[in-house]
């Protein structure tokens, strides 16, 4: 059965640190790895990554995918209140149209 | 920036009443889909369209959920006879093609009671 599995389930940092978030997976016939923030209402797209080892970037967010280990992993670098939320991972499998997400990771960011 | 909008964002049903939530996709994308997240769980998809019908649908999506885009612009899903452990928040996303991010809308909230 395909999965995916975050971790880790929560994370209390303070402003200004970094933080690392981990996203593997078992998929049959995997296609592509997205990133999404959800705070109060709707997942917002952060990243999606098809290829290992290319590193993308945002401001001080920054992803990469690693085919190899099944996994994925999400960086916030010098962070702020307003980074706290839930951080999705989700998995697209080749030849459908669905995602299959993870529990995702609840990331706190305390002044 | 264009967004997926979804209508009610709160919708109180009595158990066994159909209800309809609906969904405005962004404008130029093709590609629609449902998904549900039951309080506590994982988001869980429920079906995808595409050209006018039903393109996937995942072991949820039984026959008392149907989908429809009734005009150009607007995606539904109705839930006939509904069941308290339809208590769901629903969302609606879009994407222009299959290999492109899938964008969400706000969900709307369904509670039966």
């Known amino acids: 059965e395909d999965k995916v599995v975050q971790s880790p389930l929560s994370l209390v940092v303070h402003e200004g640190d970094t933080v690392t978030l981990n996203c593997s997976y078992e998929?049959?016939?995997?296609?592509?790895l997205l990133w999404y923030k959800q705070e109060k209402k709707a997942p917002t797209f952060l990243f999606m990554l098809?290829?290992?080892?290319i590193e993308k970037k945002s401001g001080r967010l920054s992803s990469i995918l690693d085919k190899k280990e099944l996994s994925s992993i999400l960086n916030i670098t010098a962070t702020q209140t307003g980074d706290s939320a839930i951080y999705l991972c989700?998995?697209?499998?080749?030849?459908?149209?669905?995602?299959?997400f993870g529990t995702g990771t609840r990331l706190q960011v305390f002044p | 920036e264009p967004e997926v909008t979804q209508t009610p964002s709160h919708q109180v049903t009595q158990m066994g009443q159909e209800v309809i939530l609906r969904c405005v996709p962004i404008?130029?994308?093709?590609?629609f889909y449902w998904y549900r997240q039951i309080l506590g769980q994982k988001v869980e998809f429920l079906v995808s369209?595409?050209?006018?019908?039903?393109?996937?649908k995942s072991e949820i999506f039984d026959d008392q959920f149907s989908v429809e885009r009734p005009d150009g612009s607007n995606f539904t899903l109705k839930i006939r006879s509904t069941k308290l452990e339809d208590s769901a928040m629903y969302f609606c996303?879009?994407?222009?093609?299959?290999?492109?991010?899938?964008?969400f809308g706000d969900g709307t909230r369904l509670s039966i009671l």
């Open positions: 996303a879009s994407s222009g093609q299959p290999n492109q991010p899938q964008h």
């Open positions: 098809t290829s290992s080892g």
């Open positions: 989700a998995v697209e499998p080749d030849n459908t149209d669905k995602l299959i």
């Open positions: 404008s130029n994308h093709l590609y």
């Open positions: 369209f595409y050209n006018n019908e039903i393109s996937e």
């Open positions: 998929v049959t016939n995997f296609r592509s």
